[in-house]
């Protein structure tokens, strides 16, 4: 909000209360999706590092994103079933297992709590009755509106922008709103069509808008002021802004005390990766791993950038990466290898001290990599204390160091690995023959797959 770095501490002074915006479940998650949940996992980590606890939520948007990101078109889920000729009900629970299989790859921790939009209409109609309450809201012949002239700090998280400005993000045809900011709270199913989903509501049948359904999970299980707020820098001028409107009306308090946005990752040509433009740009982490990419490859490389910078993403920069990151699991085998018996503790350890400190210092992620790297490179520093270190600091990164240096399997070649990877990707997309011929594949160069709650194992045959 102040758009400046501040101290950060839970206002409880023990737990963070931390909610992130999740998916529209319409379609795959893209890589660039996938950037924007690799923060909140590298922040929740850090803030784990730095001894706190954190408690997140974050919702699935299963109902109410409609095409045209603002008050009109069609509900995305809805076209997307008409496309794929099933319910809108089906699409949300194909795509919603999909990005959770994506996550895993990456190694993003699952949320303490996931909400489905769905799940929660009653507590969104509550809050619409709030508002309501309040004076604040609108009836058009499409829906409930929020009334932003209404409030005097609209736009606050946008403190550069001229009402005109953020007026100019939005479409001129004002329909039935009475301001180009107004969104809806609400929005009436067409009297000659039936939705796969609609609620009864004291307004008629319908479904929620968009933004309401943010406000209305993340306090649900966090309570009026969340400690952070997390997502896409997108999201900044219209859904938290909106976020931010609705639920310090009907609260009276801060709705969140911090905001943490991500940069985008775009495409070489500096086009951001989008869902909704689609184009060939856009990739998923399961087809990374059909071209032989570890996803940790990928988490390595967004690691190396620094979260409020774009980073540019191209298949030379992503090699680059997996080299660097294959070269670290090689330099952590050899600390394996020569280790034996306890390690250290490493709370005073000058790199384990500078990786906090990068850390700490606005996750500063390419500078804690660093420092890493240093020590990993000084053949003189005290192998078992380097362990230590690696350890403790990859409880932050995620590269499962040590669980790949120590793997059984652990010299298992590197393509078996990759069509390993290439079968979790076609069992999620329940091409079951593929995934079929690609175990074989595994067996004929001499390697087992075992499927477990975490994944798969590599067992020699
Ligand atoms: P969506 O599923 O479209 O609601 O987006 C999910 C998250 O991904 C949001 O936090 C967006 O801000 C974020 N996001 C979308 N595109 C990109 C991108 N190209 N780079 C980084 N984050 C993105
Ligand atoms: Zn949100």
């Not at 501040?6 to 379609?27: H, I, L, R």
Request: aromatic share 8%; hydrophobic share 40%; charged share 25%.
């Amino acid at each position: 909000m102040s758009r400046t770095v501040e101290p950060f501490f839970p206002a409880n002074g023990e737990t963070v209360k931390m909610y992130f915006c999740g998916p529209t479940v319409y379609s795959e998650a893209h890589i660039g999706n996938m950037r924007a949940y690799l923060l909140s996992d590298l922040l929740r980590r850090t803030i784990k590092l730095a001894g706190y606890g954190v408690d997140s939520v974050m919702n699935i948007t299963d109902v109410g994103h409609l095409v045209g990101d603002g008050d009109d078109g069609e509900d995305k889920l809805q076209v997307k079933a008409a496309a794929e000729q099933t319910t809108a009900w089906d699409i949300a629970e194909k795509y919603t297992e999909l990005f959770f299989v994506d996550t895993d790859l990456l190694n993003i921790w699952r949320p303490d709590t996931v909400l489905r939009a769905t799940d929660a209409i009653q507590e969104q109609i509550d809050l619409v009755q709030v508002l309501e309450a309040k004076g604040v809201t609108y009836a058009t012949d499409d829906g409930i509106y929020f009334d932003t002239a209404k409030i005097g700090d609209y736009g606050k998280l946008t403190p550069n922008d001229t009402r005109e400005d953020i007026d100019g993000g939005h479409r001129i045809d004002l329909g039935g709103k009475r301001n180009a900011t107004d969104f809806a709270l609400w929005k009436f199913s067409p009297a000659d069509a039936k939705r796969d989903m609609e609620w009864e509501s004291p307004w008629g049948i319908g479904f929620p808008g968009w933004h309401i359904e943010c406000s209305a999970m993340a306090m649900k299980v966090l309570g009026e002021t969340l400690d952070i707020h997390v997502g896409g820098i997108d999201h900044v001028p219209i859904h938290h802004t909106n976020e931010i409107a609705q639920s310090e009306t009907a609260t009276g308090v801060e709705f969140s005390r911090f905001w943490v946005h991500g940069a985008f990752l775009t495409l070489a040509d500096g086009d951001k990766m989008s869902k909704s433009s689609g184009g060939p740009g856009l990739l998923t982490v399961r087809q990374l791993a059909d071209q032989g990419f570890d996803p940790l490859d990928f988490r390595y490389w967004v690691l190396t950038g620094h979260y409020r910078s774009e980073i540019a993403f191209s298949l030379d920069n992503l090699q680059a990466a997996a080299t660097a990151r294959e070269r670290m699991v090689r330099r952590v085998r050899a600390l394996v290898e020569a280790v034996d018996g306890d390690l250290p503790d490493v709370a005073d350890d000058p790199t384990y001290v500078e990786f906090c400190e990068a850390m700490a210092d606005d996750l500063n992620s390419p500078r804690a990599i660093g420092a890493l790297w240093s020590r990993l490179r000084d053949e003189s520093a005290d192998a078992a204390a380097t362990l230590a270190v690696v350890a403790a600091v990859d409880q932050v990164l995620g590269f499962k160091l040590v669980e790949l240096a120590e793997a059984a399997g652990g010299d298992v070649p590197p393509e078996v690995v990759a069509l390993a990877d290439e079968r979790v990707a076609k069992r999620a997309e329940k091409d079951f023959a593929a995934s079929d011929a690609l175990r074989d594949q595994i067996k004929d160069l001499g390697y087992e797959v075992l499927d477990g709650p975490d994944g798969y194992t590599l067992e020699k045959i």
